[in-house]
């Protein structure tokens, strides 16, 4: 078997064009507010607004978004014959019979002819003074200043064609008339189109060429130019391409007329025999009108598909792949023979000049990442990412394996027709008969990044991952440095006379191994990432993922083509060939061809200008000038610039001068500006546009800003602040002399206030430790003692202590916590039960909610009602009784007590106690005087509420006290 396989897919062989050639276009629907897909006409106003006549309406184009303008009496949506005035008015209609004017970005209704039209189309000629409105059912002329109806015509128009100051139309009444309407001298003039037996004015379609009127025969596609002078019919050829399209309308650019049609544009050029078609492009739309705006990009409505944008004809794109497949790399083997590399794994031959290509199948479907072309042997080297390479030969069309050799190549620089420098993932080899692969040296085994050969200096240069390195032709190596640093490229490429290296999105300029020129954004390099470079003659092509640019050596000038189209960051290294840069995108090349017309086009930048404004966080109208009150200085600007894709292609600039001083520049596609809590002064706010690569717009026209000043910044308010400080300073004195008698007075209040709590406090603790009390404990300790109950009495003994002990330290607190209340209450009550000997049962029911150590009451606040109840109504009860002691959680500060029995009674007490001498109650004397002492102090806000609890013979049986406390 041989060492070599032969292997030939050949998948298709194509004779035409492989797929489309378009112009790079940037497409408008949904997504940026145009909601129609059917579009009829496009025009762009003074304010470089654009405009598109749709059928779902009228929509407007400022930059960023299209916006639609209603009119709410309007009866149907699509709107037609959009134009504009010799004034720079624009005018439409609908097929309902309403003519519209649009004044400030809204539709005013002109005249309402519906009911006479009766849904019929009507064409709309807008001239100097007059209107025509032309259907087949009616037609009108109209006073264009007043809207009144001049004439009604007895024609029944079919069609019409606009010129600059009139228009023809043929009458369905008059067979075989064409008739020619012209306003001069704001006169009407009508002129009978003389016949020619060539043509039937009975049957044809219309269109516009070099600024007259054609007409196409139905029968034999036979054209006829209207000569401008004698008004007569000349016979005309078209190229028979475009005798089979269906044609909507037509355009005069330049010299080149632009037919739009059913199956996209068709470019028309006039030469000795008659006209030839110059491009055909976009045939997959139906275009329906076209317009050139300021900045020379070309505006296209179609009938299906939304809005086309195509920013420069001269950059177009040659389809050669499916969608599915991407370009990897693509190399040149002559002035119209190009090889290309794709993601799966084909080879492909591209006939540039018979616009054909032949589609090779690489075994195993691995991406083509590297082709190297030898002229000499007329074979191309092809590498892979996988394990084997090959060579295809364009002689006799063989493609053979080499196996391992040129696998997952980084890059190759030929030095001659027998030598080959090829980097691997792994080193550097270098083969010095490149028909006999496998003989080669080793020049490095580091990982390499790219690899250039100077034709004029014999040098090399090879970037590692370390930096780069210079090779003699002897391979004595020389270190490249910048600032004495290491450097890398990743790519090279020659102009005439100098290599250029790139670096992080810069160039070098390399000499001798040595670095001797850069160029960066400061010379006016866009701010992107390089894709790829390419020197040709004394000039060197940068393709970056905004724009390719053009760098001339001896100018040392940057041109620039913006291609607006999103697709350009999937660009990779260009080639050059028969006259034109070739740019592997997608599944495309982009060609740019270096001779087309305004390839280098100096795009006009659109001038900011303010959309709406807002004032306190209220709109407000446009104005020249804004009077602020100092208490709402809040302004916000709305900024446009009305440019295709303004909001991606330029940031505006703005200072608000007397306030900024500097221009401040907003983040792209940023246009929101807003100035909070302006001082008081006279202001200017300026604007302006800035390009992305610096160039900036006109300074608007400034916005007068007056901020008012603070009624405490007036004379009058220095004038009376002078007053009121004066009065205010005898005034001063005189407060100040009542605080300190006032301080003086609540002093000495404070003293008795303080005075009368400790004797409060003392007369409390007298009374809970009254001499009775005590000495009935001692009788029970006593007892217990005589009877031998010696633990009884010390647990007795302990309580008494203890419970004098807490007197005694909550007599000198103004509060204590919940807890330690009902601890003291419950010794108090354990006593109490045992000196009584249990004549009564104690019910104490605590809320759980409440939190006992953290609230706060007033100390000993409790016991007195629980001793009344137990002296006073309990004692004297012949029954055992009943003593209830509730404490519920109100609120987070308010807590309830009830302290309640079930005795004799208040009133039956009190007869009792007359007969008692020297008896004085503490629940009468104090509680009343203590709750206002703490209310006073800021202390407890106490309610007591008694109430007299009766049985159901309604005699005495207890009492309830209520006790609500509420801490300040």
């Known amino acids: 078997m041989k060492n070599y396989l032969y292997i030939l897919v050949f998948i298709f062989f194509c004779n035409s064009i492989a797929f489309a050639q378009d112009p790079f276009f940037t497409h408008f629907g949904s997504n940026e507010g145009l909601v129609a897909l059917a579009n009829f006409n496009v025009v762009q106003d003074d304010q470089n607004l654009i405009w598109i006549g749709s059928e779902k309406g ?64 009507a064409h709309l000629c807008i001239l100097k003074k007059n209107i025509f409105f032309l259907s087949q059912t009616e037609s009108f002329q109209l006073d264009k200043q007043t809207a009144e109806i001049k004439k009604k015509l007895n024609t029944k128009v079919s069609k019409v064609i606009k010129i600059n100051n009139g228009f023809y139309y043929y009458n369905i009444n008059s067979v075989n008339t064409l008739t020619l309407v012209e306003e001069i001298n704001n006169e009407i003039q009508t002129t009978i189109l003389k016949e020619n037996k060539q043509f039937d004015f009975g049957k044809f379609q219309t269109l516009k060429l070099f600024n007259n009127a054609a007409f196409v025969r139905d029968s034999d596609k036979k054209v006829f130019l209207i000569k401008a002078k004698t008004k007569e019919l000349e016979s005309i050829t078209l190229p028979k391409t475009v005798q089979q399209l269906q044609i909507y309308t037509s355009k005069l650019i330049g010299n080149t007329t632009w037919l739009l049609t059913s199956k996209g544009i068709v470019q028309l050029v006039k030469n000795k025999t008659g006209f030839i078609v110059k491009n055909h492009f976009l045939k997959q739309y139906q275009i329906t009108d076209l317009q050139v705006d300021n900045e020379g990009n070309y505006w296209c409505t179609t009938l299906y598909n939304g809005v086309l944008v195509m920013p420069n004809l001269a950059v177009t794109k040659h389809y050669v792949l499916p969608k599915d497949d991407d370009i990897i790399f693509v190399e040149k083997a002559s002035e119209n023979i190009l090889l290309l590399g794709t993601q799966k794994g084909y080879f492909v031959v591209y006939n540039i000049k018979e616009k054909s290509f032949k589609k090779i199948e690489i075994p195993n479907s691995r991406p083509v990442n590297r082709i190297y072309y030898n002229s000499a042997s007329k074979k191309a080297f092809i590498s892979t990412n996988g394990t084997n390479s090959y060579t295809y030969s364009l002689h006799d069309e063989k493609l053979v394996t080499l196996k391992t050799e040129f696998t997952t190549a980084k890059g190759f620089a030929e030095i001659n027709k027998d030598s080959l420098l090829y980097l691997s993932y792994r080193g550097v080899l270098l083969y010095n008969n490149i028909q006999k692969s496998t003989m080669h040296q080793e020049i490095a085994t580091k990982r390499p990044i790219s690899v250039h050969y100077d034709t004029n200096s014999k040098k090399s240069y090879i970037s590692y991952i370390d930096g780069t390195v210079s090779y003699n032709h002897q391979f004595k190596t020389t270190p490249v440095y910048y600032n004495k640093k290491p450097i890398i490229f990743s790519n090279y490429t020659s102009t005439t006379h100098n290599v250029w290296a790139l670096s992080n999105n810069k160039l070098y300029h390399l000499n001798n191994a040595q670095i001797k020129d850069s160029i960066t954004a400061k010379e006016g390099l866009l701010n992107s990432q390089i894709q790829g470079i390419l020197g040709v003659d004394n000039q060197i092509w940068i393709v970056t993922e905004k724009g390719i640019q053009k760098f001339n050596e001896a100018t040392r000038e940057i041109t620039t083509i913006k291609l607006k189209d999103e697709n350009s960051i999937k660009f990779k290294q260009p080639i050059y060939a028969n006259k034109s840069l070739w740019i592997p995108g997608n599944n495309y090349l982009c060609v740019i061809n270096n001779d087309g017309e305004d390839l280098f086009k100096q795009n006009k930048i659109p001038n900011a200008y303010i959309s709406e404004v807002t004032v306190g966080g209220e709109p407000s109208p446009y104005k020249t000038s804004y009077l602020l009150p100092y208490n709402t200085n809040d302004i916000t600007f709305l900024l446009r610039a009305n440019g295709f894709l303004a909001n991606k292609q330029l940031v505006f600039q703005y200072k608000l001068k007397g306030y900024d001083a500097n221009w401040q520049t907003a983040e792209l596609n940023e246009d929101i500006v807003r100035y909070i809590g302006i001082p008081s002064g006279k202001y200017q706010f300026l604007i302006r546009s800035k390009a992305l690569n610096g160039d900036v717009g006109t300074i608007s026209e400034p916005v007068i800003i007056n901020v008012e000043k603070p009624f405490w910044d007036t004379w009058w308010f220095y004038a009376l602040a002078i007053i009121v400080a004066v009065i205010g300073t005898v005034l001063y004195f005189k407060i100040k002399m009542r605080i300190k008698e006032e301080e003086g007075q609540r002093t000495l209040e404070k003293v008795i206030l303080d005075s009368r709590i400790s004797k409060l406090k003392l007369e409390n603790l007298r009374s809970q430790m009254n001499p009775h009390f005590i000495f009935n404990s001692l009788g029970a300790i006593q007892d217990y003692v005589m009877k031998n109950e010696k633990y009884l009495a010390s647990d007795y003994l302990v309580k008494f202590s203890r419970l004098i002990r807490l007197y005694l330290d909550h007599s000198r607190l103004n509060s204590i916590s919940l807890k330690e209340e009902i601890n003291s209450l419950e010794i108090y009550i354990a006593l109490e039960q045992l000196r009584f000997e249990k004549k009564f049962e104690v019910h104490l029911n605590i809320d759980s909610k409440l939190q006992q150590d953290q609230i706060q009451v007033p100390p000993l606040f409790i016991q007195p009602f629980v001793e009344n109840a137990i002296k006073h109504g309990l004692i004297h009860k012949k029954n055992p009784g009943n003593l209830w002691i509730h404490l519920n959680h109100l609120a987070s500060d308010i807590i309830q007590i009830i302290v309640e029995d079930n005795g004799i009674g208040r009133k039956k007490s009190a007869e009792i106690n007359k007969k008692r001498r020297g008896h004085q109650s503490f629940a009468v004397s104090a509680t009343e005087e203590r709750i206002a002492l703490y209310k006073k102090e800021k202390l407890f806000v106490i309610k007591v509420d008694f109430k007299d609890k009766k049985d159901v013979n309604k005699q005495p049986a207890g009492t309830k006290v209520t006790i609500t406390i509420k801490k300040f």
Request: glycine residues 8%.
């Open 58 to 121: 009228l929509f407007y184009y400022d930059g960023k978004q299209f916006t639609l303008v209603k009119n709410e009496k309007a009866t149907t949506k699509g709107i037609f014959n959009l134009q504009k005035d010799e004034n720079g008015n624009l005018w439409c209609s609908t097929i309902s019979g309403h003519i519209y004017k649009v004044k400030n970005k809204k539709l005013v209704l002109f005249k309402d002819l519906s009911s006479e039209l009766k849904g019929a189309f």
